[in-house]
């Protein structure tokens, strides 16, 4: 499946329930669909909120399914960014004293099981694989 939708809430809104409806049609298990649908929602939020920050742009999906592996491509034109450069947050201080930022980075490599950034051209790219 492949999808555009505009770089902003309603967008990522209707790109996660194209995506629910499609892991519903592959038949995704409860806790592979959850990591597949949290990982892909706090990426699209990611861009939105980070990458575009309020300027329009278009933000490409492309999900496939073979065998038990689901690959996931996020593509957009924001800004250069390879999230996988991101240093991973310090969470061993008190709330209130922690830098702000780099939880969803964390997160998302958490719930997936490979993920690969490339900046083709003047877009981002993102690859995100589940083995199900």
Excluded: C
Excluded at 14 to 35: C, F, I, N, T, Y
């Amino acid at each position: 499946m492949t999808l555009a939708v505009h770089g902003t809430v309603a967008g990522v809104r209707e790109a996660v329930e194209a995506l629910q409806a499609w892991s519903g049609q592959e038949g995704l298990l409860d806790e592979p669909r959850r990591r597949l649908l949290t990982a892909l929602d706090e990426i699209l939020s990611n861009v939105v909120r980070h990458g575009l920050r309020d300027r329009p742009g278009l933000i490409d999906v492309t999900i496939s399914r073979e065998g038990n592996v689901v690959r996931a491509e996020v593509a957009d034109d924001a800004g250069p960014f390879n999230p996988l450069l991101a240093p991973a947050p310090d969470t061993s201080g008190p709330l209130e004293a922690r830098k702000e930022g780099g939880l969803g980075i964390a997160l998302v490599r958490a719930l997936t099981d490979d993920l690969r950034y490339e900046r083709r051209g003047d877009r981002n790219r993102l690859t995100l694989t589940w083995r199900i």
